[in-house]
């Protein structure tokens, strides 16, 4: 694409999990048609042929689920290498032949249970529970724990994932055939379920937590689990906690309805999220990705700790479109956070600069990881409105993360990368139209058209730019492109899902009431306090998961008590989401910060401190917001003006206290006091921001004269 001597190119590639599967020949074809069919199902049901939303949703989720059992071990590998000599166990292949068996006998029971529909008939309860239920439910179980004996077979799906697929398929099946036949979905959740609801929803929901525990760990799963316990223990816990329980039949197949899996975390992964993450595969095999890199080290490369800026505008760019921090992290943070080191940052200062500004990419408009879409769906804002009130606070944020790197920079007199390692800007400018896609995005958002219409805009627009460059999007790159989308899409897809237990177990049990009730009762005293109070929840909540899952939680537990106390809807969300996209950076679990460390070999608790310091303006944004609605851009050109400007001040006032450089080297009483009075800043009193105003020109000008009189002596 340029000149430069540096390796932007895998900025682009695929990133391969430790436990994920590597096919080759007729392995690799099979599953690249079955993901292909798959994006290919959701660009024609969303632009061409609508399908009923609970079918639609239940077959999103059950082609994400279904390729995740594919590709996703339960155990991960040691490299790359051919896994020919690896055996698999007597006892493992018995124990998975007998999961592979009784699966079977339920999809065999699941098409008797389809004729008796065809012919009029109605299967009894006990017929769907010993041949369907039974079966299917100990198939799965069986099936996920040999998962956990395995062999180690990166070129081969396993006997017992094999069992996981077809148990989905099982699962989603019987609710697809009886969606209308006995009108499951006015049953689900009710005490007139069919037992084959119970047994197929029971099944699902055991697969989509194996299927989170494989991609995300065990932090969301426990938290899932600790959920659902308290659906069912409720009378045996005191005070707010306290409600009547709930049978088993009905909260199981409650979270399998709208109200839960298939609910608003699923309604926005089967549009707008799978949508996006197709066009960021088409970005992807245009080498889009690649370009916004080396635009940013065009624009900030040989600046003093070039590298660092550098990281700021890429994981700004490359994080609005990727749904997840860490994922951002580990896409840039490869590339930048050795150059970082080079240029004299330490090892977990150059991972917590990565890890902030790839995290500040979930707040960045106009497509913010996920958290808009989710943001509109739950809140009936527009999604203009939401992205217009990102675009203040990204800007504060990510200037306060380029104030941290500058000053860093300033302090140690670190240099830039030499001239002949970055390229040349005119060159990149002259490829500028490579941001066209976004562009065209936001245009078409802007003149009224839908999200998805404006997206599938934006995918041709990506196609049609490529052709102006040496990478081409052909019919080759297309089925690359939605082979990549499909793979993509398959953690937060299940993230979406899995959270939407939660969100039922919310609804059905009244807990986000409740927890409305206890905020109310704190505002008594002080609104500050309950938003203090909602900020720790927030965090508590989004620690160890993916940024959307943290927003679906921390906005059906938090945000209704917010709105409760008096907060308008759109503050209130802004501030859950901010703090569950920060829980990313927050100790002790900071998912952003250690995917950083990995790559610099820092101490992962370090780097997460580090990351929060680095950060520490954005934990003050959301009461800047509260404090000042024009922060949201609601309000006059001078009063946006004034926002801004008063605003960066109060923000390079806390940042050079923080770091000991305000325009030159500070004493400590100097910083503490900078630090102090840059608090008041942010909340927006008149008379300390004006006086703030001018104790920053009166250090600049100190510390210029003091210059010249060193540069004449």
């Known amino acids: 694409m340029t000149d430069t001597k540096l390796d932007t190119e895998h900025v682009d590639r695929d990133i391969v999990m430790p436990n994920q599967r590597i096919f080759y020949g007729y392995r690799s074809v099979l599953f690249i048609a079955v993901t292909i069919i798959y994006a290919l199902f959701h660009i024609i049901c969303l632009n061409i042929y609508p399908l009923e939303s609970w079918t639609y949703r239940i077959l999103h989720v059950t082609g994400a689920v279904g390729i995740g059992f594919i590709l996703y071990s339960s155990k991960t590998f040691s490299g790359h290498g051919s896994d020919s000599k690896v055996t698999q166990g007597k006892p493992y292949l018995i124990v998975s032949s007998c999961a592979l068996l009784l699966v079977l006998y339920a999809i065999y029971a699941l098409g008797m249970i389809n004729l008796k529909l065809m012919n009029g008939e109605f299967p009894t309860p006990e017929f769907e529970k010993l041949h369907f239920g039974y079966p299917l439910t100990a198939a799965t179980v069986i099936a996920i724990v040999a998962g956990f004996f395995q062999p180690r077979l990166r070129h081969h799906i396993s006997i ?266 005119g060159l990149i400018m002259r490829q500028a139209y490579l941001f066209m896609p976004i562009l065209i995005l936001i245009i078409a958002l802007f003149l009224g058209y839908s999200v998805i219409r404006s997206g599938s805009l934006a995918i041709i627009a990506a196609v049609v730019v490529s052709w102006l460059t040496p990478h081409k999007v052909g019919i080759r790159s297309i089925g690359r492109a939605l082979n990549t989308a499909s793979v993509m899409s398959v953690q937060i897809i299940t993230v979406c899902a899995a959270a939407g237990i939660i969100v039922g177990c919310i609804a059905l049990t009244g807990i986000g009431a409740r927890f409305s009730s206890m905020l109310l009762a704190v505002a008594e005293n002080s609104q500050l306090l309950a938003l203090m109070f909602a900020m720790l929840i927030s965090i508590i909540l989004g620690m160890g998961m993916p940024t959307t899952a943290a927003y679906a939680i921390a906005a059906s537990v938090v945000a209704p008590g917010l709105i409760e106390i008096g907060i308008e809807p759109l503050t209130a969300h802004f501030f859950v989401f901010y703090y569950a996209v920060l829980s990313a950076i927050t100790p002790p679990v900071a998912l952003a910060s250690y995917a950083a460390a990995g790559i610099s070999n820092s101490n992962p608790m370090e780097t997460s401190i580090t990351s929060f310091k680095v950060g520490i303006v954005a934990f003050a944004i959301p009461y800047m917001a509260y404090f000042n609605p ?84």
């Open 160 to 425: 017992s994932d094999i069992c996981l697929v077809l148990a989905m398929l099982a699962s989603s099946y019987y609710l697809l055939i009886n969606l209308d036949t006995t009108a499951l979905r006015m049953r689900a959740g009710t005490n007139f379920v069919t037992q084959g609801n119970v047994y197929a929803a029971l099944s699902g929901m055991l697969l989509l937590l194996e299927l989170t525990r494989r991609l995300t760990g065990s932090a969301l799963v426990v938290i899932i689990l600790a959920f659902v316990g308290y659906g069912f223990a409720g009378p045996m816990l005191p005070g707010f906690l306290n409600h009547n329980g709930f049978h088993f039949n009905r909260l199981i197949t409650y979270l399998y309805t709208d109200k839960g899996i298939l609910g608003t975390t699923t309604a926005v992964s089967s549009t707008y999220i799978i949508l996006f993450i197709i066009f960021a595969a088409f970005l992807q095999v245009s080498k889009v990705g690649e370009y916004f890199v080396n635009f940013s080290f065009a624009l900030a490369g040989r600046k003093r700790g070039g590298p660092a800026k550098v990281a700021i505008f890429s994981s700004g760019l490359m994080g609005t479109i990727n749904g997840t921090s860490a994922g951002n992290v580990v896409a840039t943070g490869s590339l930048t956070i050795p150059l970082m080191q080079r240029v004299g940052y330490k090892p977990k200062e150059a991972a917590s600069i990565e890890a902030a500004a790839s995290t500040g990419g979930q707040i960045m408009p106009p497509i913010m990881g996920a958290g808009a879409f989710i943001m509109a769906e739950i809140t009936g804002i527009p999604y203009t409105e939401i992205v217009v009130a990102a675009v203040l606070p990204a800007i504060f944020y990510f200037f306060s993360i380029y104030l941290m790197v500058d000053t860093v920079a300033a302090r140690e007199n670190m240099l830039g990368l030499p001239k002949d390692q970055i390229p040349k800007l």
């Open 630 to 713: 024009v922060v949201f851009m609601d309000g006059s050109y001078f009063e946006i003006a004034y926002t801004v400007f008063f605003g960066i001040a109060a923000i390079y006032l806390m940042i050079g206290s923080i770091q000991g450089w305000l325009f030159g080297r500070a004493t400590k009483l100097l910083r503490l006091a900078g630090f102090v009075y840059s608090i008041p800043m942010i909340m927006g009193v008149m008379l300390f921001e004006i006086t703030g105003v001018i104790l920053l020109v009166a250090l600049y000008l100190k510390n210029r004269k003091k210059a010249a009189v060193a540069d004449l002596a």
